[in-house]
Nanobody, 129 residues
Framework: QVQLVESGGGSVQAGGSLRLSCAASGYISSVNCMGWFRQAPGKEREGVATIYTVGGSTYYADSVKGRFTISQDNAKDTVYLQMNSLKPEDTAVYFC??????????????????????WGQGTQVTVSS
């Protein structure tokens, strides 16, 4: 089992920044891919960014490329999502996720194959115009 705890959500005006954190604990070696997903009211959950825990390769949804950065601190077993130039359409509940998969690079695949995925409880991000 892997436990994930997010923090860092909040409210910000458009153009502002927030940094989300996801602290992992438990059988961390059982996963090799960490990611962030988000879900806005009335919409499906979508992938935002992923990172391989070994090697650190990162992948992003087109909607956040150039604005969001996913990173990790292996010493702290923590993954971060730095969000800059936030837009109102970024408003959503953001979830940290972990999984063992060699398709970490495919957000679309992970969204359709959420079995054996560990999820955090979610943190609200609200961007006002």
């Amino acid at each position: 089992q892997v436990q994930l705890v997010e923090s860092g959500g909040g409210s910000v005006q458009a153009g502002g920044s927030l940094r989300l954190s996801c602290a992992a604990s438990g059988y961390i070696s059982s996963v090799n891919c960490m990611g962030w997903f988000r879900q806005a009211p009335g919409k499906e959950r979508e992938g935002v960014a992923t990172i391989y825990t070994v090697g650190g390769s990162t992948y992003y949804a087109d909607s956040v490329k150039g604005r969001f950065t996913i990173s990790q601190d292996n010493a702290k077993d923590t993954v971060y999502l730095q969000m800059n130039s936030l837009k109102p359409e970024d408003t959503a509940v953001y979830f940290c996720a972990a999984k063992r998969t060699y398709l970490c690079w495919s957000l679309a695949w992970w969204r359709r194959n959420t079995d054996a995925t560990y999820w955090g409880q979610g943190t609200q991000v609200t961007v006002s115009s």
